[in-house]
């Protein structure tokens, strides 16, 4: 019994060590950093919206503000660049908090790879030791990459001195598995990721930091200067 279960904790350990070594040989190969920037582009243009809907709604309520003066008012408009900066400049420094797409995709890859047997894992830790795994990698990289970012650099080009093997390993199961895994499913998994993060951003923002960027405008330009 005490020998078959010992059996059992090095073989997991072992498939453990060869989980982590396939993960450290392929996760370049997915463009986390493209994911990234898109993600980042993304929030930039949703921080946009919310900012000059702020402003919109303070110059609003400065035109329906029967307390203000008339020189009070237009001196509250000519400085509304200031104010949209300041807002500007407190969303940006929000857009990356809690989110790391490197350690996600990380966290992604050792859960996938898991789910493979020893058998295949061991296959695909032997072919991406080889410079036709390496070149695979970085040609689906480059191809996932140039749609992201929507770029209208030249298509990638397979290195042909490997195109024959690479061929070879996407045709065979467990390659066109592994395939599936890295650029399909670990794409579907990040999306997802992004899409949680952002409603609990949004949810959890905190608007008296908004709320007090504004008060201390109002107190800035309310005394005739």
Same mark, same amino acid.
């Given at each position: 019994?005490?020998?078959?279960?010992?059996?059992?904790?090095?073989?997991?350990?072992?498939?453990?060590?060869?989980?982590?070594?396939?993960?450290?040989?392929?996760?370049?190969?997915?463009?986390?950093?493209?994911?990234?920037?898109?993600?980042?582009?993304?929030?930039?243009?949703?921080?946009?919206?919310?900012?000059?809907?702020?402003?919109?709604?303070?110059?609003?309520?400065?035109?329906?503000?029967?307390?203000?003066?008339?020189?009070?008012?237009?001196?509250?408009?000519?400085?509304?660049?200031?104010?949209?900066?300041?807002?500007?400049?407190?969303?940006?420094?929000?857009?990356?908090?809690?989110?790391? !797409? @490197?350690?996600?995709?990380?966290?992604?890859?050792?859960?996938?790879?898991? %789910?493979? +047997?020893?058998?295949? =894992? /061991? #296959?695909?830790?032997?072919?991406?030791?080889?410079?036709?795994?390496?070149?695979?990698?970085?040609?689906?990289?480059?191809?996932?990459?140039?749609?992201?970012?929507?770029?209208?650099?030249?298509?990638?080009?397979?290195?042909?001195?490997?195109?024959?093997?690479?061929?070879?390993? !996407? @045709?065979?199961?467990?390659?066109?598995?592994?395939?599936?895994?890295?650029? %399909?499913? +670990?794409?579907?998994? =990040? /999306? #997802?990721?992004?899409?949680?993060?952002?409603?609990?951003?949004?949810?959890?923002?905190?608007?008296?930091?908004?709320?007090?960027?504004?008060?201390?405008?109002k107190a800035k330009y309310s005394t005739k200067g």
């Open positions: 019994g005490s020998k078959v279960v010992l059996a059992q904790k090095t073989a997991l350990l072992n498939k453990s060590k060869q989980v982590n070594q396939l993960v450290q040989l392929t996760i370049n190969g997915f463009p986390s950093e493209s994911y990234e920037n898109a993600f980042k582009s993304a929030n930039g243009q949703l921080f946009s919206e919310l900012r000059d809907e702020l402003v919109k709604s303070f110059a609003d309520g400065i035109d329906q503000d029967a307390k203000l003066s008339s020189a009070e008012k237009q001196r509250y408009k000519e400085n509304l660049p200031e104010l949209a900066e300041k807002l500007s400049s407190l969303f940006v420094s929000k857009i990356g908090e809690g989110i790391d !797409l @490197k350690k996600w995709t990380k966290e992604i890859l050792l859960e996938s790879y898991s %789910k493979f +047997t020893i058998a295949e =894992i /061991n #296959k695909l830790v032997v072919f991406f030791k080889k410079p036709a795994g390496a070149s695979f990698l970085k040609y689906n990289h480059d191809v996932a990459d140039k749609a992201i970012s929507k770029s209208d650099a030249s298509e990638p080009e397979v290195d042909l001195q490997y195109a024959v093997e690479m061929e070879k390993f !996407l @045709k065979s199961a467990v390659g066109n598995k592994f395939y599936d895994t890295l650029m %399909k499913t +670990t794409a579907e998994k =990040i /999306n #997802k990721r992004i899409e949680t993060w952002r409603d609990g951003f949004l949810q959890g923002l905190d608007r008296s930091e908004f709320e007090t960027i504004v008060n201390e405008y």
